[in-house]
């Protein structure tokens, strides 16, 4: 299994509070992902990284911000929590771009956020 | 259009019986991959196999074996004799290679349960 941990793994906020979730790494992979998951809608990218300090927007990043200072750690920010970002967020994590599989991601276990 | 199309929302089989979960993907790319992921009650997304456009044998790994069709653009995944434990939301995916990373399309999942 990929070394992947998401922290926290729960966590019950209230609208208009900043909140971070962090994923964090042991494979050295260069790419890292946030996804959220809702019914309905699958899974859906926010943002993404292609290496420290490179960061772009996905399909659904509105209302997120991003950072990687160092390969392990990919942080996501609800600058101004709300209910709509009630979801569960996984990261993801891949070693290239194509090729031997290097492109397959490998999931955190996911985090619950609950914002009311 | 959806990029990853699983038909199927929900199936629910008895203990041993086999079991198809459809896959249909389109894209213009050439070269891309098609993956299969399973989402167990626990909520992991667990990755289950990896195939690139070029390879269109299929395989089989114990009871799981995946059917690649480019001709339909289906990527099919059948269980035989199917078990309690296979209970779970299987994902389909498909990953086009893009200037700086692996974009990936994921379907809505098909929940599968496995009554004894």
């Known amino acids: 299994d990929a070394g992947i941990t998401q922290s926290p793994r729960h966590k019950v906020t209230e609208t208009g509070t900043p909140v971070t979730l962090r994923c964090h790494q042991t494979e050295n992979h260069r790419y890292m992902y946030w996804y959220r998951q809702d019914p309905g809608h699958g899974l859906r990218l926010i943002h993404y990284?292609?290496?420290?300090?490179?960061?772009d927007k996905g399909e659904v990043s509105d209302g997120y911000s991003v950072s990687r200072s160092k390969t392990e750690d990919f942080l996501l920010t609800l600058e101004s929590a709300t209910s709509s970002q009630t979801s569960v967020y996984f990261c993801?994590?891949?070693?290239?771009?194509?090729?031997?599989?290097?492109?397959?991601?490998?999931f955190g276990p996911g985090t619950r956020l609950l914002v009311l | 259009a959806q990029k990853v199309t699983q038909a199927q929302t929900e199936i629910s089989v008895v203990e041993k019986e086999d079991v198809t979960l459809d896959c249909v993907y389109e894209?213009?790319?050439?070269?891309?991959?098609l993956f299969w992921y399973k989402q167990p009650p626990s909520g992991e997304l667990v990755f289950l196999i990896r195939r690139n456009s070029f390879d269109e044998q299929n395989e089989i790994s114990g009871r799981y074996s995946w059917n690649f069709q480019k001709s339909t653009s289906s990527f099919n995944f059948t269980i035989t004799a199917s078990q309690v434990v296979d209970s779970a939301v299987y994902f389909c995916a498909l990953s086009e290679e893009r200037y700086n990373f692996n974009k990936f399309y994921f379907g809505s999942g098909t929940k599968l349960n496995v009554k004894p």
């Open positions: 990284s292609y290496g420290v300090k490179d960061t």
């Open positions: 993801a994590i891949s070693d290239g771009l194509a090729g031997e599989g290097t492109e397959t991601q490998y």
């Open positions: 894209t213009r790319d050439t070269t891309y991959y």
